[in-house]
């Protein structure tokens, strides 16, 4: 069955029906209309709501009375994301303009699947993002989660869409979103050492999402291919996945000092799918790994949804 989804709009989607133009007014009462009528839960930033409404209402902006009509219908079904302490912290790991940072972090404060937008491109920071965005009209990160009840660790996925193309694909979001977007990540890293010497050595721990732990250590010719392979042994232990490679990965040019947060994105083949994750931390070796993770978490959510493998091996 269709899950209902959750996204977080952008006071542009609202803004560009604030003209004095009758065509315009049309146009967003259509759009509007058509939003508010879909079965998704709409969250907006506090900073988006006064941009959106609270401006229109003060200095009495354009639209007749079906335009305003559809703005108040949409307002009214809006929860509002406050914008506190936490979230202001958070924004500051994104490498995004202030305020585009500021909605990104309202987005993983309440988990939502999708962020629906005018201007996608301005949350891309990857020329995988990019180029995804011009071929679809959006693109997915995943974030590291804590499930609310018991803490177990998820690895979160949020789409950034167009609006055109959040319609468009909106039937393929309802139908995934609960198998694969917020399943439990089944593995995640312990720890992680790398030696580089005469040679490049990589141990890995994994920890299940049970508790149980695998421990090994491989060669490589890189540090990451040393590393991802480590991975693959500890995986390979646990759970029954089919071949996979690693077929791409991308890290930053330049990093902006010692601490600055790396973004690590990378594309993982199995079968004839592709699986893209990324992940973010201080220190970029941390950042791959939780990223391959991330993408061997996605492939076993995805499988076992859909044609149910990827089971445990045996003690």
């Known amino acids: ?110 988990c939502v699947d999708a962020i629906v937008t005018w201007e996608p491109n301005q949350f891309a920071t990857s020329d995988r993002e990019r180029s995804s965005i011009r071929e679809k009209g959006y693109f997915y990160r995943n974030f590291n989660a804590e499930m609310a009840d018991d803490q177990t660790r998820t690895t979160h996925s949020i789409g950034v869409f167009s609006v055109d193309a959040f319609l468009l694909h909106l039937h393929e979001l309802e139908t995934t979103t609960s198998s694969i977007r917020k399943a439990p990540s089944v593995l995640q890293i312990e720890s992680l050492e790398v030696q580089i010497t005469r040679s490049i050595k990589a141990t890995v721990t994994l920890q299940t999402f049970e508790g149980r732990q695998f421990r090994e250590t491989t060669h490589g010719r890189t540090p990451c291919d040393a590393l991802y392979k480590a991975i693959d042994r500890c995986v390979d232990r646990h759970i029954q996945l089919p071949e996979r490679n690693l077929v791409y990965f991308s890290m930053p040019d330049t990093i902006g000092g010692a601490d600055a947060v790396v973004e690590v994105c990378i594309r993982v083949e199995c079968g004839d799918a592709q699986f893209e994750a990324s992940a973010t931390n201080d220190n970029v070796l941390w950042a791959f790994g939780d990223a391959y993770v991330a993408a061997i978490n996605s492939i076993y959510a995805g499988l076992s949804s859909v044609w149910g493998m990827g089971s445990d091996r045996p003690n």
């Open 1 to 110: 069955m269709p899950q209902r989804i959750t996204a977080l709009i952008t006071a542009n989607v609202f803004q560009n029906g604030l003209s004095r133009c009758e065509e315009s007014w049309r146009y967003y009462t259509v759009l509007l209309r058509r939003l508010a009528a879909k079965p998704v839960d709409w969250y907006i930033s506090d900073l988006d709501f006064d941009l959106a409404f609270v401006l229109w209402h003060l200095y009495q902006f354009g639209g007749d009375q079906a335009c305003r009509a559809a703005y108040e219908e949409m307002m009214q079904i809006l929860r509002i994301c406050k914008i506190n302490e936490s979230i202001l912290e958070n924004s500051k790991f994104y490498r995004l303009n202030f305020y585009d940072s500021l909605r990104l972090a309202c987005s993983v404060d309440c």
